[in-house]
């Protein structure tokens, strides 16, 4: 079954947490729910795309020491925070630590769904980003030197007849290595090349990172 995505709800209050995860699931959503943060970190299995829905005051660990705990990961997805009483700097230094959204309760549906498929949409693209930036970083490691020069001058918008005097070489061979380059990157043409390049700048900049 296709959901709409996948959300993890973190809240110490059992009423709350089913309400919450049962509006979820009704609207197309795949829901995991947990009672506090220490289980979501200790059970958790995370699937883009996917958000992270969490109580701010709960016994332990609050929100924000689980935002602050896990934020710095590559692959953290987005954190949308609730709660029915915050203080202006618990609201401000969510924000700092980055939460995507914070929302008091009690929240009303159509402003919850809003905010996490903007979370969703936004897990999505990154996603996506990370696996393009693996991509590259997979396809400049299977290049040969001559086909690193040669694609360092197709992304600075060089013609094949440009490279080839650049480079003291024939127009054909030029176009040889293009073909290698572009298959070796799994794209078909020049704007699918360039597109990906400019998309995800990091790997060529440092394709050993």
Same mark, same amino acid.
């Given at each position: ?116 498929? $903007?979370?969703? *949409?936004?897990?999505? @693209?990154?996603?996506?980003?990370? +696996?393009?930036? %693996?991509?590259?970083?997979? &396809?400049? /490691? ?33 176009? $040889?290595?293009? *073909?290698?380059?572009? @298959?070796?990157?799994?794209?078909? +043409?020049?704007? %699918?090349?360039?597109?990906? &390049?400019? /998309? ?10």
């Amino acid at each position: 079954m296709v959901t709409r995505g996948n959300i993890h709800v973190i809240d110490d209050h059992p009423q709350v947490r089913s309400a919450i995860s049962a509006l979820l699931a009704a609207a197309g959503y795949s829901v995991n729910q947990f009672p506090s943060a220490e289980r979501f970190l200790l059970d958790a299995q995370v699937v883009s795309p996917a958000v992270i829905l969490t109580d701010m005051r709960m016994p332990s660990m609050s929100g924000l020491e689980l935002l602050k705990r896990i934020t710095t990961r590559p692959e953290c997805p987005p954190i949308i925070v609730m709660s029915g009483e915050s203080a202006p700097q618990e609201i401000i230094e969510s924000f700092k630590v980055g939460a995507l959204d914070f929302l008091l309760k009690p929240v009303p549906n159509r402003q919850l769904l809003a905010a996490i498929d $903007k979370g969703l *949409a936004l897990d999505a @693209a990154n996603s996506k980003r990370r +696996d393009d930036e %693996q991509r590259i970083r997979s &396809a400049l /490691a299977s290049l040969t030197v001559r086909e690193r020069e040669v694609s360092s001058l197709i992304r600075q918008g060089f013609s094949n007849k440009a490279i080839a005097s650049a480079l003291r070489v024939r127009a054909d061979t030029v176009k $040889k290595y293009r *073909a290698q380059i572009y @298959a070796k990157f799994g794209v078909g +043409d020049l704007a %699918q090349f360039l597109l990906l &390049a400019s /998309a995800c700048p990091g790997p060529w900049e440092n394709p050993s990172a």
